[in-house]
């Protein structure tokens, strides 16, 4: 079909904005296909995940580790997974962040992956997000931000 889901993870945790607003809206027998990530990929969807800013955080970490929990985060206190068989994995959140944003804005020639001719956009983090705790993920900062081979931000 050449089209794209373009995901907000964030979304998909135990809380109110979730359980009490949108669960009752879309009915008990549809619920289990809310926010339906593993299963989008296990049948071959391409995927992007973003925010939904300016109702929610631009922090892409913590979306990230929502997607890969399905929790909010653990300092708000221990709270079930919301569908877990959903989750998805670490890596595949990033490629969503990364040459899944890329294919949505129809940028793979230029950004998405490192590669000889590509612009070079590149960030530096304080932790290493595919081996730190899952519920610390949220919790990466940015020490330094590099656009086209420059840098632009440090921490």
Known sequence: LGVMANVQPLWARNEPSVTDV?????????SRYMYA?????DAGAAMALSSDWGVSTLNPFQIIETAVTRQPP???????????????????AVA???????AAAWRTADTGTLG???CADLIVL???????????IGDTNVLMTMVEGKEVYRA
């Open 96 to 102: 969503g962040y990364t040459t899944g944003a890329a």
């Open 22 to 30: 949108a669960m009752p809206m879309v009915g008990n027998d549809r």
């Open 74 to 92: 653990a300092k708000e206190g221990t709270v079930a997974a919301f569908l877990p068989e959903e989750r998805i994995t670490r890596a595949e």
């Open 116 to 118: 000889l001719g590509k």
């Open 126 to 136: 304080d932790q290493d997000i595919f081996n730190c705790p899952e519920g610390e």
């Open 37 to 41: 990530f593993r299963s989008l990929l």
